[in-house]
């Protein structure tokens, strides 16, 4: 599985209450998640206070990422586009997908923090679980291998 994949995935099984919005209810999935883990009212507190100290910030690096791939993106359809113009491009969308990895890595030991062993225990478990289900979805995909598999 891709590093961005299973990066995202990781903050989705874990730390899924930081993708609420402040004052909007909860999805179904982040509700089955804090329920899966038993969390307190406490800890769902403390992980929403994670989620917005952290929302600008991951905001900003979500945008210098897709900026920088949209730029990488154009240049790639331009014939004219020397290599080195590339290479920079693409060393510039790699660095801000991994700011985006070290922030998300970030929350992710934020959260932990505020799990028991337990719950970090079966966290892991679920996330082992969601792997197996993205492995068995491999090839099922749009696009050219998708439609070949």
Request: charged fraction near 25%.
């Amino acid at each position: 599985m891709p590093a961005l994949l299973r990066s995202a995935l990781i903050l989705l099984l874990v730390a899924g209450p930081l993708a609420a919005q402040p004052g909007r209810p909860q999805s179904p999935r982040v509700e089955r998640l804090a329920r899966a883990l038993n969390l307190t009212d406490a800890q769902k507190t403390a992980i929403r206070g994670i989620r917005d100290k952290h929302q600008p910030e991951m905001a900003q690096r979500r945008e210098a990422a897709r900026q920088a791939q949209v730029a990488l993106q154009a240049a790639l359809r331009d014939a004219a586009t020397p290599e080195a113009q590339l290479r920079a491009l693409h060393d510039k969308a790699s660095a801000a997908r991994f700011d985006m990895m070290l922030a998300r890595r970030a929350i992710h030991q934020e959260v932990q923090a505020v799990l028991t062993p337990e719950q970090r225990e079966k966290a892991a478990e679920l996330r082992g679980m969601a792997r197996e289900r993205m492995r068995g979805h491999r090839g099922q995909g749009r696009g050219p291998l998708g439609m070949m598999g």
